[in-house]
């Protein structure tokens, strides 16, 4: 029944997923936190600094940039899909299953860099999945390393995800060594030009490196996990395994760009994954890279699953894994131990 109403298209289904949102997001709204409270304020990258400068004047306003961020990822996760059509379906599943999968992470709930990084990422990956039968060479591999180029200046881990280009290149085109030039230069364009107008405006540039070399390598980041957080953790890690198997048991038999865009997803998954597990300055906040691949394969799974109650059972216990990630922590004795 909730899947359902979920998988129609209508303005009320939209509305339902804005009101999911805001459900989710009614604690940080209540007790509204700087992003000092995740030290993301300590050598933050030029962006993200000038970000913090318009924003942060007051808790509240601060989370509600950061929550007017996660709106607009939701709508860029939904319109990727329509514009491509990859799923093959018109929905707003993407961004309920996004929005249920980042309300495991309530205490991230605040103004961070990976919010405005995630935006970039996401248009990256469209433009890349726009060069698709381009003749000639495709200079939207530029584009997109313009915009992974620009989400590293709010969050400097995203650089790693440059890899992608190639594996876009990879995956999508012929290689030919003029695309992967234009990629590379695409990711460096912005930093020469950001670094280069602070150099001209008199910045102290070994301040700014030094931020640059504290984000990607120095920061220390620890994150403690309760039981009960591990065990919300591992049950969405099955979910979003089952229906990862269900997409590679028939991705060969989807349409070319379809089977194209997935394969660029699951390459995204893989890549952010392995930041996190290799680079100590990466905590838990890359959750908001993580999962944008898993919200459209457990969409892909719920239209295309030929069980029959399976899936709206699978949706259910997303719902009450998010749902319990908000109300534990008001008991902070199961939450911390």
């Known amino acids: 029944m909730l899947l359902k109403k979920f998988r129609q298209s209508g303005p009320d289904v939209m509305i339902l997923t804005v009101i999911i949102l805001i459900f989710t997001w009614l604690g940080s709204f209540l007790h509204p936190r700087l992003p000092s409270a995740q030290g993301f304020d300590e050598m933050p990258m030029p962006l993200f600094s ?19 961020l996660v709106l607009l990822i939701a709508y860029l996760l939904v319109n990727f899909n329509t514009s491509s059509f990859f799923i093959s379906e018109r929905t707003f599943l993407p961004a309920v299953v996004f929005i249920l999968l980042a309300a495991l992470f309530p205490e991230y709930q605040l103004l961070s860099p990976v919010l405005p990084a995630a935006v970039f990422l996401i248009l990256a990956i ?36 440059g890899l992608i280009l190639f594996a876009g290149i990879l995956i999508l085109r012929t290689v030919n060594l003029r695309e992967i030039i234009i990629s590379i230069f695409g990711l460096a364009t912005p930093l020469f030009i950001v670094y280069g107008i602070l150099y001209v405006a008199g910045k102290n540039m070994q301040d700014q490196l ?40 028939v991705l060969n038999m989807k349409k070319v760009k379809s089977r194209k865009t997935f394969s660029l997803l699951l390459w995204t998954f893989f890549i952010t994954l392995g930041i996190t597990l290799f680079f100590g300055s990466v ?41 319990a990630a908000q109300v534990i922590p008001l008991v902070p004795r199961l939450w911390y131990h």
Not at 52 to 66: I, R, Y
Not at 132 to 157: C, E, N, Q, R
């Open 283 to 323: 905590s838990a906040e890359i959750y908001c890279l993580l999962i944008i691949p898993p919200s459209y394969i457990i969409t892909h799974y719920f239209v295309f699953s030929k069980a029959k109650r399976f899936p709206g059972i699978m949706m259910a216990i997303l719902f009450l894994i998010a749902a």
């Open 126 to 161: 469209r433009t890349m999945v726009e060069s698709y039968k381009v003749h000639g060479t495709a200079y939207s591999f530029f584009d997109a390393g313009v915009l992974i180029g620009i989400g590293s200046l709010f969050y400097a881990p995203l650089i790693w995800m």
């Open 210 to 249: 030094s931020a640059v070399s504290w984000n990607l390598f120095g920061r220390e980041t620890g994150y403690t996990v309760s039981g009960i957080k591990l065990a919300l953790m591992i049950t969405a890690g099955v979910l979003i395994l089952i229906a990862a198997v269900h997409l590679l048991q």
């Open 50 to 68: 000038l970000l913090l400068s318009v924003s942060s004047f007051s808790a509240f306003f601060s989370v509600f940039t950061a929550f007017l």
